[in-house]
């Protein structure tokens, strides 16, 4: 079981991914994937996604709108715009 967020973006920059959940920072590969040219984050780690705990994804763009944020809380698996 895993839950996909869409960035609404493409092609973010590598390494500019940081996601959180309930404050604290999740490791890349290990709680969670990038897709960074589709724009997307896969969260893999069950004990995240049954903790129903919120999500947030901050990234930077390749436009030059700086960084947005885009969350979701797992067990509503739903895109909670920020």
């Not at 590969?29 to 724009?39: A, E, Q």
């Not at 997307?40 to 129903?52: A, F, K, Q």
Request: hydrophobic share 40%; aromatic share 10%; charged share 15%.
């Amino acid at each position: 079981m895993d839950a996909e967020i869409s960035l609404n973006a493409f092609n973010v920059p590598p390494g500019s991914v940081s996601v959180r959940a309930g404050g604290q920072i999740l490791k890349e590969g290990i709680d969670y994937l990038v897709d960074y040219g589709s724009g997307t984050v896969r969260i893999i780690n069950p004990g995240i996604l049954s903790s129903n705990i919120p999500v947030n994804v901050s990234y930077e763009n390749n436009l030059g709108f700086g960084f947005q944020e885009r969350g979701f809380r797992a067990l509503a698996f739903r895109l909670l715009a920020k």
